[in-house]
């Protein structure tokens, strides 16, 4: 309703101030005047899409550039979509698979959430997870909608063995990716490529031994994982001992991938995240949700080894195929890969991420 108000609002607006039949006042709307100072009045379109960019910067108002979120995600730029299209008329692709992917873009997947709003389904809560919480005997109360973006998250009980599989099998196809098209004379060395190995066990090798031992490491973590926040879920065991968990904690997180070069004292800490990506923000809620993951690690490396340089790569892929290309190209130059092999790591990451 709101929408349709300031859609029907900024019309008015704009058709009489170019047919100028009387002066208006659009003081009273901030979009507004923001699009009158730009001189996108004199189009219709390019007015409304303006005042809709200043009021979603305001949080006032979240609503499609082009008519629907479909159009919006299908002409979002730099985002990949060259290997969307070329996974949906890849005729070696089951049709099923193509048709689940098809669905997903087009908001039609038949999720509960799907069939309550076009009225064939009373509840739009998460049948998986009703499932889940009725094999262990909980309520099912508040449960979480059945979307998209939920089924194919690991917050879904009753999928997140199988997402979670799924991210790990992505990960390592776009690991061996870049460990293989790395470039000839590159002194960057890839850690951990036959599996993930938690801080405690990577601390037992040479490598990272020369960088600091594992003593001074945990001494520097000590202050930083105090300000972490405990998860509900962990507060049990952060209440028996506050000391041990936190320790315990720290040496037992895991990254998804390591690159060292001793040659030039420069550590890389990798991580992967899938995510849902309707919304155009979805690699810098990643990013954010990433490096607020690794904090810990980071701060205490650079405090207990400060003649090393450490820094953290995050690849996100959405659950659609969206990747943003350009910060991807730029993270795999980072790890030495080869130009000619970087767009085929892209679509292998993708392909696999739909």
């Not at 594992?214 to 926040?229: F, G, N, R, S, Y």
């Not at 070069?261 to 990506?277: G, P, Q």
Request: proline share 2%; glycine share 8%.
């Amino acid at each position: 309703m709101e929408v349709r108000k300031h859609r029907d609002r900024v019309t008015g607006a704009w058709r009489q101030i170019s047919k100028q039949r009387r002066r208006v006042d659009v003081s009273y709307d901030p979009s507004m005047v923001t699009a009158l100072q730009h001189g996108t009045w004199m189009d219709a379109e390019g007015f409304k899409k303006t005042c809709i960019r200043e009021e979603k910067k305001g949080g006032d108002i979240h609503q499609p550039f082009y008519g629907t979120w479909v159009a919006d995600f299908m002409l979002r730029q730099d985002a990949g979509r060259f290997m969307l299209g070329k996974y949906l008329s890849d005729k070696k692709i089951t049709w099923q698979r193509r048709r689940r992917l098809g669905m997903a873009v087009a908001g039609n997947t038949p999720t509960a959430s799907f069939l309550t709003k076009i009225g064939k389904m009373q509840s739009a809560g998460c049948r998986l997870y009703r499932i889940a919480r009725e094999a262990r005997g909980e309520s099912t109360d508040g449960l979480a909608d059945e979307t998209h973006g939920h089924i194919n998250s690991a917050g879904c009980k009753g999928m997140a063995t199988t997402v979670t599989a799924a991210h790990h099998s992505i990960w390592r196809h776009l690991y061996d990716s870049m460990h293989a098209a790395q470039k000839p004379k590159s002194k960057l060395k890839f850690v951990t490529l036959d599996k993930e190995s938690n801080r405690s066990t990577l601390w037992r090798r040479e490598e990272f031994l020369r960088i600091c031992s594992k003593e001074e490491l945990a001494e520097k973590a000590q202050d930083i994982e105090v300000t972490i926040p405990v998860k509900k879920s962990e507060e049990t065991r952060y209440n028996l001992d506050p000391g041990s968990f936190s320790v315990n904690h720290f040496w037992g997180r895991r990254q998804n991938g390591d690159a060292i070069n001793e040659a030039l004292m420069i550590v890389h800490i990798l991580e992967f995240k899938r995510s849902t990506d309707r919304d155009e923000g979805f690699l810098e809620v990643k990013d954010a949700e990433a490096n607020e993951q690794h904090k810990s690690i980071i701060g205490a490396l650079k405090a207990a080894a400060p003649e090393w340089e450490f820094a953290q790569i995050n690849f996100v892929v959405g659950n659609r195929g969206s990747v943003v290309e350009s910060a991807f190209y730029t993270k795999l130059k980072k790890l030495d890969m080869q130009e000619v092999q970087k767009r085929q790591a892209l679509r292998r990451s993708c392909d696999t991420g739909m």
